[in-house]
Nanobody, 127 residues
Framework: QLQLVESGGGLVQPGGSLRLSCAAS????????IAWFRQAPGEEREGVSCISGSGNTTYYAASVKGRFTISRDDAKNTVYLQMNSLKPEDTAAYYC????????????????????WGQGTQVTVSS
């Protein structure tokens, strides 16, 4: 069974950091583009960051650029989202998604058409 599992969420104070992990089981993430999305209660899902299948291209939403860093460790079959300088408005459920569309090998995009999705991990930023 192909599955993505997120972990690393939790409660953190403003200005703090968290590292989210997205681990794949049932398939290897080699050549898959990976994206992180988030959704706060009552809000639409928002694309946060993505990394291409090659790992050479990354993209960040303006709201997180300079604070979040996406990376991949294909040996561990895991993608990470390092989140620094967290703000209350970063509070949301965070989801990872994967797609091995050949168009996403050299670039990545934040759109809803990723093939595989995880169940999400909650991030709460509050004092």
């Amino acid at each position: 069974q192909l599955q993505l599992v997120e972990s690393g969420g939790g409660l953190v104070q403003p200005g703090g950091s968290l590292r989210l992990s997205c681990a794949a089981s049932g398939f290897t993430l080699d050549y898959y583009a990976i994206a992180w999305f988030r959704q706060a209660p009552g809000e639409e899902r928002e694309g946060v960051s993505c990394i291409s299948g090659s790992g050479n291209t990354t993209y960040y939403a303006a709201s997180v650029k300079g604070r979040f860093t996406i990376s991949r460790d294909d040996a561990k079959n895991t993608v990470y989202l390092q989140m620094n300088s967290l703000k209350p408005e970063d509070t949301a459920a965070y989801y990872c998604a994967a797609d091995n569309d050949p168009l996403l090998f050299r670039l990545c995009v934040l759109y809803d058409e990723y093939d595989y999705w995880g169940q999400g991990t909650q991030v709460t930023v509050s004092s």
